[in-house]
Each structure stands twice: as C-alpha cells, then as structure tokens.
C-alpha cells in the first residue's frame, strides 16, 4: 500500500513536470479549445467570434449579455464538452474564454487550478507558438475589467460617459460622482476626475453630467444618422474578418520563419530586413481590416442613416449597448477644466473626435 501510493505520486509528480516544461516551452497544452483547434491551429470563424466578445467586453457589455448575445444572435455553439455547456452558453463560459491566456497567444500555467475560472485568470508565463487572437494588452485590460470586486455592484449603475470621458488636465477617465459636501441643489450628478494616492496631477476636474451626455447623444444621433456605411451583406463582414485573422496569423508566423532562415544564414540581412517589412505592412493593412470589421460587427442591426430611427433606437438601447456605440466610433472625449475649477457645464469644455 505505501509502495502504490509513493508510485501514484511519484507519477503524478512526473506528470505535472512534464506539463511546466511543455508550458516553458510555449507548447500548446490540451485539446481543441473555442477558437482553436488541434495543436492551437486558429479556426477563423470561431476566432472572429472570440474577437467581438473581446470588443463587447471592452466596451463594458457584461459576461451576462455577452452570453446572450452568443445563444440569439451569434449561430456558435461553444462546442467543447469539457467545458460543460450543453451546446450553451453561460457567463461562465464567456468569462473563462475572456480571461484566458491563450488567445492572446500566450501561455499560463498554474498547477492545481485548471478551469481558468479564478477572476484574474491563470499565471501567465509568456508568449506561446499558436496565433493570437486578441492582444495581450486587451487580455490584461480583460483581466482588470471582468476581475473587477465592483463590477458587479456597478454593472446596472455604470453611466453612458465612465471612462470615455478623459481629463483634459491630466488625461485619466473620468468616473461618475456627486459632490458630497455641496448644498442640496448642487448635488447633480457629475463626472470628475478622481483624486489617486501618488498622482499629485490627479484629481479637481468636474462637469455636470446630464448636459454633457444630452450633448455627446445627440452628436452621436447626428452621426450615424448622416453616415453611409457599405451594407455587409449576409455575413460577407464575418467573413471578411476570419480571412483577415487568418492573414495575420499567417503573416506572423512567416515572420517567424524569416528570422530563424536569418539566423541560420540562409537569408542577407537586407533580403531578411526588406521581407520583414513587407511581412509587418501585411499585419498593418490585415489589422486594420480587423480594426474595421469590429467596428461594423457593432453595427449591425442599427439604423444608421435614419434620423428618425437613430433617435428611437437611442432611446430603446440601455447603457451597455450605447457605451458599444460610443466605444466603436468615439475617438476622443475631452473635458477643458473651467478657470474658478467648477462643474459648470458648457459646450466649448468638451471636446468630440470621431474615429474616421
Ligand atoms: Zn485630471
């Protein structure tokens, strides 16, 4: 008996070994995963799906609606029973997809904890050799967003303009408050921008909120209400997107390739420097299709083009769905500090980009 179990854990030891090295090496571990198939080899159409639950998710859409959004509207299945999910999709399956280190192309490692469910994700030891999905930036932005202790107090409460609005002092995003010492009929709502332990520059700035979100709403109305946007027609977007994924996937593992033919000499360092760059213009041009295609994804199903319709879907749509909107098209947001420091609305404070 005491011989079984030294061999059990003797093997299992081994087993986990094994599995470290396999991690450090950048291997990929398990089998197919949502968005990826065999040995990490990316699936386009899975892997344009994980994308736009990456943009939903930053633009402060919840795990909840996200879900939703998969079983109406999306026609994928999250089609690993490993997972558990029947053919459905659950929160907690959007959220271990959106927290997980591999589609950003990385690997994580954490022995003892293997559903990836842990708010922030599992360890991540660097990058791996399958293709990436989503940057490891957004995965950490991801991280922070869904492993948020208030998120979920605030996902009802969360205002049209949180961190979309910036500081046009010190640049952070501004939050939505009130101010609390301030007499009964001064206490309107209002987005500032809060004080931080360390950040002298931090902090002061305010603005009346109501007036500055009736502004940025009708600007947007205005927008989408006056812009042609090419109708992709019947998925021809969804496609367009997993071919541009796949390009990049492509692309960066022919980079891949140039610089080990490099370093074994069978490239000169001009016929290496001059394909690398023409490798690095494809990932910008794939990129920015991507950039697109993400956006358009947003659009779809909106009345762009009709005043009349853009003012009643504005009104429909809760504060997730237009925070997607403003997050797709919004550029920039700045708010001028006023010279007496208060947070007296005015048109001329704010300043409104567009994405082009
Ligand atoms: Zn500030």
Do not use: Q
């Given at each position: 008996m005491a011989i079984a179990s030294y061999e059990s854990g003797h093997k299992a030891d081994r087993i986990r070994r094994a599995n470290r090295q396999k991690a450090e090496r950048g291997d990929w571990h398990g089998g197919p995963r949502f968005g990826y198939g065999?040995?990490?080899?990316?699936?386009p159409r899975e892997a344009a799906i994980v994308r736009e639950m990456a943009n939903r998710c930053l633009a402060g859409q919840s795990l909840r609606s996200i879900a939703q959004w998969l079983n109406d509207e999306?026609?994928?299945?999250?089609?690993?029973a490993a997972q558990g999910t029947l053919g459905v999709w659950h929160a907690t399956t959007v959220k271990s997809i959106l927290t997980s280190a591999r589609i950003s192309g990385q690997r994580a490692y954490e022995p003892g904890?293997?559903?990836?469910?842990?708010?922030?994700g599992r360890k991540i030891l660097g990058p791996g050799n399958w293709p990436a999905i989503i940057t490891p930036d957004e995965t950490a932005r991801l991280r922070v967003i869904i492993g948020s202790p208030d998120r979920r107090a605030s996902a009802s409460s969360i205002r049209l303009l949180s961190s979309i609005a910036t500081c046009g002092l010190c640049g952070a995003g501004l939050m939505s408050g009130c101010n609390?010492?301030?007499a009964l009929a001064q206490k309107r709502r209002r987005y500032l921008c809060k004080k931080e332990a360390?950040?002298?520059?931090?902090?002061?700035l305010s603005i009346v909120a109501e007036p500055l979100e009736d502004l940025i709403s009708e600007a947007i109305i205005l927008r989408l209400a006056h812009t042609r946007m090419p109708k992709a027609q019947g998925g021809t977007g969804q496609s367009e997107l997993s071919a541009a994924l796949e390009r990049v996937a492509e692309t960066r593992a022919r980079l891949e390739d140039l610089s080990s033919d490099y370093v074994r000499g069978l490239l000169t360092r001009s016929e290496f420097s001059s394909a690398r760059m023409a490798a690095q213009g494809e990932i910008v041009k794939s990129e920015a299709v991507i950039a697109r295609q993400s956006r358009s994804t947003v659009f779809s199903g909106i009345p762009i083009g009709s005043e009349s319709g853009m003012r009643a879907a504005w009104d429909r749509w809760n504060i997730p769905q237009r925070r997607a909107i403003l997050a797709a098209i919004v550029d920039t947001l700045i708010v001028l500090p006023r010279r007496d420091s208060g947070p007296i609305f005015r048109p001329d404070r704010v300043e409104l980009r567009f994405k082009v």
């Open positions: 065999l040995n990490g080899a990316l699936v999306s026609g994928a299945v999250p089609t690993h904890s293997h559903n990836g469910d842990s708010p922030t609390r010492g301030a360390g950040r002298p520059d931090r902090g002061g």
